[in-house]
């Protein structure tokens, strides 16, 4: 029995970086999300060929079209059962057409012109089984996007390893940009425990890493939430200044690190979340 091989399809920085798992067992590989851009999906797909075993699943971590966009490329060669959490599976549906409406005037023909959706629901602590290669998929619900989750995989006995989507990125500044910060600190919290003895955390962008991938991402988050709460002065948007000083300091924070962009792209997002907490708590 050999064991399974986790390759990864690592998109170029237009793609945001993200990272397809191709996780070859003995008979076939599965593959975990997709890439964004048609670029990167084709070459993704050309890398799925190279391996010469067939394609048996994908599944998708999360509802981000980064995560799901590439499933319609990879499922032209060969239709396979497309799995996701329930509620992964939902907001992908509720919400491709308006992401390829927000996006496609300024990717053009790199957005894929369709959207392939889960065919497959899985409840949460639900297990799929390919061959030797098992997965059990766990709900997380709203944290980094509308809907999260994370997969877990153990094969022939090996120790577990998980694919945790964007619940932490590994060496990139994160997208904050759905607004769920709270839930997000939340789900790390829970996860640190949950993933305490998984020896290997595969991120959605970044390199493989330990459970300590979560610590990091913890602290970023309550690092960011910080900055903005002082900087928007309980408003629920920053000014452009503001936006400055908060993307000088995250960028000292995390020296070097890619994808710069997102930290003012989800500043006013996590603004109005503060200040929605803080009008809830003030009864106004
Ligand atoms: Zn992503």
Redesign the pocket.
């Known amino acids: 029995m050999t064991r399974p091989v986790v390759h990864t399809y690592r998109a170029a920085e237009s793609g ?1 970086y ?1 990272n397809s798992y191709l996780i070859e067992g003995e008979s076939g590989v599965v593959v975990v ?1 997709t890439s ?1 851009l048609v670029s990167d999906i084709e070459a993704l797909r050309a890398r799925l060929r190279a391996l010469k075993k067939p394609l048996l699943a994908i599944l998708v971590t ?1 509802a ?1 079209p ?2 799901f966009n590439g499933v319609h490329g990879l499922v032209q060669d060969k239709e396979v059962p497309v799995y996701a959490s329930a509620g992964v599976g939902r907001v992908i549906e509720e919400i491709a057409d308006a992401k390829r409406a927000q996006w496609s005037p300024v990717y053009g023909a790199e957005w894929p012109a369709e959207t392939y959706y889960p065919n497959s629901l899985l409840a949460d602590g639900a297990k799929v089984q390919f061959d030797e290669l098992s997965f059990t998929v766990h709900e997380v619900g709203p944290a ?2 509308h809907a999260d989750s994370y997969l877990v995989m153990t094969a022939n006995g090996s120790a577990a390893i998980a694919f945790t ?2 619940l932490a ?1 590994h060496g990139t500044h994160p ?1 904050t940009a759905d607004g769920h910060s709270s839930a997000w600190l939340a789900a790390l919290d829970a996860l640190g425990g949950e993933l305490a003895d998984t020896g290997t955390l595969y991120p ?2 970044g390199d493989p890493a330990g459970p300590g991938l979560l610590d990091d991402q913890r602290r970023y988050l309550l690092y960011y939430r910080e900055l903005i709460r002082r900087l928007s002065g309980g408003e629920a948007q920053l000014s452009e200044a503001a936006k400055s000083e908060l993307s000088t300091a995250l960028q000292a924070f995390l020296p070097d690190a890619p994808l710069t962009w997102m930290i003012e792209l989800g500043a006013d997002a996590v603004a109005a979340e503060l200040a929605a907490v803080r009008a809830a708590s003030s009864g106004s």
Do not use: T
């Open positions: 945001l993200v999300d964004l999360h981000h980064d995560h980094e996007s989507g964007d990125f997208y959605g962008h």
